[in-house]
């Protein structure tokens, strides 16, 4: 699916645009859609790094952290050390996920 999107600019900025486009090998319209993508879809690296804190929070280990998240092991012990953390242990983990499952739904606590 796609959404045909159209609006006006200032001739300089158009002429900025089309420029930086040459200068990256793609039409104007190409380009217009990487920024929008980069912008709206792909996760900056703070909401990255928030996420990797609140499931190590939530007890799970780097590899369930990567996993969950789509990065590297790697891209998850450099924030975690970045933040004065250490990876979770398996057995912190493991009761991190049982206790998650074992809360009450909202269906059960009516």
Same mark, same amino acid.
Do not use: C
């Given at each position: 699916?796609?959404?045909?999107?159209?609006?006006?600019?200032?001739?300089?900025?158009?002429?900025?645009?089309?420029?930086?486009?040459?200068?990256?090998?793609?039409?104007?319209?190409?380009?217009?859609?990487?920024?929008?993508?980069?912008?709206?879809?792909?996760?900056?690296?703070?909401?990255?790094?928030?996420?990797?804190?609140?499931?190590?929070?939530?007890?799970?280990?780097?590899?369930?952290?990567?996993?969950?998240?789509?990065?590297?092991?790697?891209?998850?012990?450099?924030? &975690?050390?970045?933040?004065? &953390?250490?990876?979770?242990?398996?057995?912190?983990?493991?009761?991190?996920?049982?206790?998650?499952?074992?809360?009450?739904?909202?269906?059960?606590?009516?």
């Amino acid at each position: 699916m796609s959404v045909e999107v159209r609006f006006s600019l200032p001739d300089a900025v158009w002429w900025q645009l089309t420029a930086r486009a040459e200068d990256a090998g793609v039409d104007a319209r190409e380009y217009v859609a990487r920024i929008i993508r980069e912008e709206v879809v792909s996760p900056r690296p703070e909401q990255i790094t928030e996420s990797v804190l609140r499931l190590h929070h939530a007890g799970l280990t780097i590899p369930l952290i990567a996993r969950r998240l789509d990065l590297t092991n790697q891209a998850v012990q450099t924030r &975690l050390y970045t933040a004065g &953390l250490r990876g979770n242990k398996p057995s912190d983990a493991t009761k991190a996920i049982l206790a998650q499952l074992n809360e009450p739904t909202k269906e059960h606590a009516a």
